[in-house]
């Protein structure tokens, strides 16, 4: 499961979480109301479905997975058993994205790999909250007591990675090293980003994941207090029920695939559902991808981070995504329009 701190890197730099508005209307539309429909490649979306979609519980979904493992023509399955609905809160929608990180590690320290990932200390577990991030790295608590992981070349790069909450460590020898959520030391998440805004040093439509990197990196001292002020830290375990070529585990416990996955808020949306997202902005598209993950930015009807990918392209392409639209939920026909609360179009 990708235990992020937060949806992407620059949300939980920047947001602040919210509260669903009580007044939330459902309306049905007709496949003619979604822009670009039939242009999509519907057969993409179906198999990133297939996989989550077993573990479905509710009798509705598990026969619509059982159709779908018949391996149907992707639209037709689509516009055959479900139907688009317009969940809404009275927030505008919001798209953002996130990534796996890919650091550079070796399994054990020497040259530039002197930057630990840690295994979670059985004292975290117990006392909690323990140690802060600053006591964490220039105490001795954690060493001598074999929690490495591995170590990797970059502490902010690292930093990072405990912001997404998982990530894969390329190895020098060209293995690789996947890890997810371990735990954390119990401290509250301060942003950063807040922080650099607070100071006067960038506006807050500036403050992106990589303009916080530059900063640390052009201001090494400066840049390592200002990681410190954020004392909450993140440790790691080896993920290897999955193979590395394989996407991260989401909240549904399966591997997300890249740009059909989406994170939602599963209080207005059902986890597993088809998503339909019109994403505008400079770079518009509109595209079928499945809710299979979550995170703690995304709150409200219209709220949604996709995923895409594993790397620095990929996150280069997350960090820059901060788009209006409009998404629209696929839910079987009866669920639709029991469930709706405006008159059917």
Same mark, same amino acid.
């Given at each position: 499961?990708?235990?992020?701190?937060?949806?992407?890197?620059?949300?939980?730099?920047?947001?602040?979480?919210?509260?669903?508005?009580?007044?939330?209307?459902?309306?049905?539309?007709?496949?003619?109301?979604?822009?670009?429909?039939?242009?999509?490649?519907?057969?993409?979306?179906?198999?990133?479905?297939?996989?989550?979609?077993?573990?479905?519980?509710?009798?509705?979904?598990?026969?619509?997975?059982?159709?779908?493992?018949?391996?149907?023509?992707?639209?037709?399955?689509?516009?055959?058993?479900?139907?688009?609905?317009?969940?809404?809160?009275?927030?505008?929608?919001?798209?953002?994205?996130?990534?796996?990180?890919?650091?550079?590690?070796?399994?054990?320290?020497?040259?530039?790999?002197?930057?630990?990932?840690?295994?979670?200390?059985?004292?975290?577990?117990?006392?909690?909250?323990?140690?802060?991030?600053?006591?964490?790295?220039?105490?001795?608590?954690?060493?001598?007591?074999?929690?490495?992981?591995?170590?990797?070349?970059?502490?902010?790069?690292?930093?990072?990675?405990?912001?997404?909450?998982?990530?894969?460590?390329?190895?020098?020898?060209?293995?690789?090293?996947?890890?997810?959520?371990?735990?954390?030391?119990?401290?509250?998440?301060?942003?950063?980003?807040?922080?650099?805004?607070?100071?006067?040093?960038?506006?807050?439509?500036?403050?992106?994941?990589?303009?916080?990197?530059?900063?640390?990196?052009?201001?090494?001292?400066?840049?390592?207090?200002?990681?410190?002020?954020?004392?909450?830290?993140? +440790? !790691?375990?080896?993920? @290897?029920?999955?193979?590395?070529? #394989? =996407?991260? $585990?989401?909240?549904?416990? *399966?591997? /997300?695939?890249?740009?059909?996955?989406?994170?939602?808020?599963?209080?207005?949306?059902?986890?597993?559902?088809?998503?339909?997202?019109?994403?505008?902005?400079?770079?518009?598209?509109?595209?079928?991808?499945?809710?299979?993950?979550?995170?703690?930015?995304?709150?409200?009807?219209?709220?949604?981070?996709? +995923? !895409?990918?594993?790397? @620095?392209?990929?996150?280069?392409? #997350? =960090?820059? $995504?901060?788009?209006?639209? *409009?998404? /629209?939920?696929?839910?079987?026909?009866?669920?639709?329009?029991?469930?709706?609360?405006?008159?059917?179009?």
């Amino acid at each position: 499961m990708i235990r992020r701190l937060g949806a992407a890197a620059c949300v939980w730099l920047l947001a602040a979480a919210t509260s669903p508005a009580e007044d939330v209307t459902q309306t049905v539309l007709d496949f003619d109301d979604l822009r670009g429909w039939q242009l999509d490649n519907h057969q993409q979306a179906l198999d990133a479905f297939l996989v989550t979609c077993p573990d479905l519980r509710d009798p509705d979904w598990r026969s619509l997975c059982a159709l779908a493992q018949q391996k149907p023509d992707a639209r037709t399955f689509f516009e055959l058993f479900f139907r688009p609905v317009l969940i809404e809160d009275g927030k505008s929608a919001l798209f953002t994205g996130y990534f796996e990180p890919e650091l550079d590690g070796a399994r054990r320290p020497g040259g530039r790999f002197r930057y630990p990932v840690y295994r979670e200390p059985r004292i975290a577990k117990v006392s909690n909250p323990w140690l802060t991030r600053r006591e964490i790295e220039t105490g001795d608590a954690m060493r001598g007591k074999g929690l490495e992981i591995a170590w990797v070349d970059d502490p902010v790069e690292l930093f990072f990675l405990q912001i997404q909450g998982s990530g894969r460590i390329r190895l020098t020898d060209g293995s690789i090293i996947r890890v997810g959520y371990g735990g954390s030391n119990g401290h509250p998440y301060r942003s950063i980003g807040v922080e650099l805004v607070r100071r006067g040093i960038y506006a807050p439509h500036q403050v992106s994941a990589q303009v916080i990197k530059n900063w640390v990196r052009r201001h090494p001292k400066k840049g390592r207090e200002l990681l410190f002020h954020n004392p909450s830290y993140v +440790f !790691f375990r080896v993920v @290897d029920t999955i193979s590395p070529e #394989a =996407g991260p $585990l989401g909240a549904m416990n *399966r591997s /997300v695939t890249s740009k059909r996955t989406v994170a939602v808020d599963p209080a207005f949306t059902p986890l597993g559902a088809p998503v339909w997202v019109e994403k505008e902005g400079e770079h518009p598209f509109n595209r079928l991808m499945v809710a299979q993950d979550t995170g703690s930015a995304i709150k409200g009807a219209q709220r949604a981070d996709i +995923f !895409f990918g594993t790397g @620095d392209e990929a996150g280069r392409a #997350a =960090g820059r $995504l901060r788009d209006p639209g *409009r998404m /629209v939920v696929l839910l079987p026909i009866q669920r639709a329009f029991a469930t709706a609360t405006e008159p059917f179009q």
